[in-house]
């Protein structure tokens, strides 16, 4: 038995390699549809890997108030909503009246995102980020020290000269020198490097390791912007008292903002976890895209597959009804057409796959993704291709194995 199919697998590959043009342009378009599904797939779930890391470093226990929801859309013929700035007022009142327990309160504010860092001969291209914060944002955005230390409530309401530094930052101009206790340059103001904060990495462009934190009230002595547009965010110790805390928080800020109780709120507030579902939800529909992309693809696939099967029966009558006189059985028959329609299916699968993820990874390259090699999809991607076959394969493999050998012997 075992020697009968190798011996089909042996006849399957030699008519392979005799219908080779047709064979391969039926092998194409199967892989299409699984680079299709391969490919989105695992760039949607490089994507979702990205965005959830970051959202999901700030914690499930953290909660920020901002100028406008995330989700916040204009409907049709709807005039755009305009909330005002929270302002540096907006966040003092805040600090005075929001004293939740278990709760820390993170102040911040980019001063700029070109800013231009020198220390001694070296200096950086004007594309580093400067923030000014409070002592609390380093532990409530997820951020780690890797070197050194963070800044203390002291240092900030003193506008100490001190600031912590991001990872490529300390790659670009201290080279191999430790950056702790070194002085930088930062618009003409210096600077004494008290940390440097482990790597997070790029998202959209975006490179969170370059970039400059500094004391609150130091950075709003050097960005004197009055529409400056500052971020709360508060961190919840207790997971418990998380939705509390927010509750209260609401209330806190919209008493601050003197909105009466049938006012809409004119300011957003969100939760990391919230904005983790909603990117869920978000990639789910791409992941459903996909899926619709694919199946149409693979449905054409197959009827290219039975089709080129078909043809091959055909051609070949006379060869199968040699095969019947000489003594072959229906069955031995049928399992060779299902056999070649089986490896030209797993051909288009493997190519299909291999293509699927070189897109996902270039991809991820391109817009500075977490790939991560999508095996749900490439098991998928099996499953459906030896579906394909054997759905493509029976009913060709059947009418070969019909076929009167008489009848056969006389076809030219």
């Known amino acids: 038995m075992f020697s009968l199919v190798l011996e089909n697998i042996r006849i399957a590959f030699d008519s392979i390699k005799g219908q080779l043009l047709r064979t391969i342009l039926t092998i194409l378009i199967i892989a299409i549809g699984i680079t299709a599904l391969v490919g989105i797939l695992s760039a949607v779930s490089a994507l979702?890997?990205?965005?959830?890391?970051?959202?999901?470093?700030?914690?499930?226990?953290?909660?920020?108030?901002?100028?406008?929801?995330?989700?916040?859309?204009r409907q049709a013929g709807e005039r755009q909503k305009i909330n005002p700035i929270i302002s540096y007022q907006n966040i003092r009142d805040f600090q005075d009246q929001y004293n939740y327990p278990f709760t820390k309160t993170s102040v911040s504010f980019t001063g700029t995102s070109m800013a231009e860092v020198?220390?001694?001969?070296?200096k950086t291209d004007p594309e580093v980020t400067v923030i000014g914060a409070n002592e609390n944002f380093i532990q409530n955005s997820g951020l780690k020290v890797s070197e050194g230390r963070e800044f203390n409530a002291l240092e900030v309401d003193n506008n100490s000269n001190v600031c912590i530094i991001g990872s490529d930052l300390v790659k670009a101009i201290f080279k191999d020198e430790n950056p702790i206790d070194q002085t930088i340059s930062v618009r003409g103001f210096k600077f004494k490097v008290i940390g440097a904060l482990e790597s997070k990495g790029s998202t959209f462009g975006n490179n969170q390791d370059l970039r400059v934190i500094m004391p609150l009230q130091k950075a709003r002595s050097i960005f004197t912007n009055a529409n400056i547009n500052y971020a709360l965010s508060v961190m919840v110790e207790k997971k418990e008292l998380l939705e509390q805390a927010q509750d209260d928080a609401i209330v806190s800020f919209r008493n601050i903002r003197g909105l009466n109780p049938?006012?809409?709120?004119?300011?957003?507030?969100?939760?990391?976890?919230?904005?983790?579902n909603r990117i869920g939800a978000i990639t789910g529909v791409l992941s459903t895209a996909a899926w619709i992309i694919s199946i149409i693809t693979i449905l054409g696939s197959s009827i290219a597959l039975m089709n080129i099967m078909l043809v091959s029966v055909s051609e070949r009558t006379r060869e199968i009804g040699v095969r019947k006189a000489l003594g072959a059985k229906q069955g031995t028959i049928a399992f060779q057409f299902f056999i070649e329609t089986i490896i030209i299916g797993q051909l288009g699968g493997i190519l299909g796959m291999i293509i699927g993820v070189l897109l996902g990874v270039g991809v991820s390259a391109a817009f500075d993704f977490q790939f991560?090699?999508?095996?749900?999809?490439?098991?998928?991607?099996?499953v459906i291709t030896f579906l394909v076959a054997i759905v493509s394969g029976s009913y060709p493999a059947s009418k070969a194995s019909k076929l009167d050998p008489i009848e056969s012997l006389r076809y030219e």
């Open 118 to 122: 020198k220390f001694e001969n070296e």
């Open 262 to 276: 049938v006012e809409e709120n004119n300011f957003g507030l969100e939760r990391s976890d919230d904005l983790i």
């Open 372 to 382: 991560s090699m999508p095996w749900s999809a490439m098991i998928w991607a099996s």
């Open 48 to 73: 979702e890997n990205t965005i959830s890391s970051d959202f999901s470093s700030m914690g499930a226990n953290t909660f920020n108030i901002q100028r406008y929801e995330f989700t916040a859309r």
